[in-house]
C-alpha cells in the first residue's frame, strides 16, 4: 500500500470528508491555506503532481526529511480565480485542512480558520447536546455549557486577523468524537454551513 493510502487510513480521512461536506469555505478567504499554508506531500503524491504538471511540481524542491517534501507557498497549483488545478489529486493534507495530522495516534488537531471555528462551534454544539441528554444534575449541566462556552469565545477569538497569524490555537478531537460529529452533522442534514463571523477579516 502507498504511503498516503496508508495515512489515509489511519487518520479516518473518509470521516473528514464527510464531515467537510458540510461546510463552504468562504471567498473572503481567498484560499488563505493554499497560499500561506505549510503544504508537506509524501513521495507517491509528489509522483503524481510530476506527471500531471511537471513544470509546476518542479517548484516542490524540499526534501525536509525523507519521503516527505514541502511546497513552496503560495502552491504553485493555485490559479488565478483562487481554485485548485489538482482538485481530486490534491495531497492529504489539503483535503484534510482544516483537520490537521498529529503524533498522537488517537486524535486529529483542527485549526480555527473560518470554516474550522464553524466545524468546532458545531462540534461544541454536538457535546452540549449530549450532555444534555445524561443524567447529570443541572449544576454540572450548566458548569460544562459555561465552559465550553468560553472554549469556543477563545478560538472565535483566533479569527481576528486571522490571516496575519502564522500560528493558530488548535483544538484535538479524539478519532471516536469524529466520527460522532460526522453522524450528528449527517442526521441533523444541513446545508452547507456558510455563515462566518464578521471577525474572520
Ligand atoms: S476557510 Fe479555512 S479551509 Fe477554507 S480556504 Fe480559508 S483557510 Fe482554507
Ligand atoms: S494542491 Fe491544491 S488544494 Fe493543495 S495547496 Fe495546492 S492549490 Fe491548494
Redesign the pocket.
Known sequence: MEISAAVKKAIRYDVVQNILRHYECPDTCG?H??SK?Q?HLFEDELKLLTVLDPVKSGVINKDISPGLYL?NAP?S??NETGR????SK??IV?GLYPFKVNTSGNSIGLQPCPVGFLIIRDFASWVMDSILKTGLSEQEKLRISEEWQRNIDSYASELTEFHFKTVLKEMQIPFDELEMLSMFLASTNSQKMSSVPATAK
Open positions: 484560499a491555506c493554499c499554508g503544504i511546497m502552491c497549483f493555485l485548485c488545478e489538482v482538485y490534491r495531497p489539503c
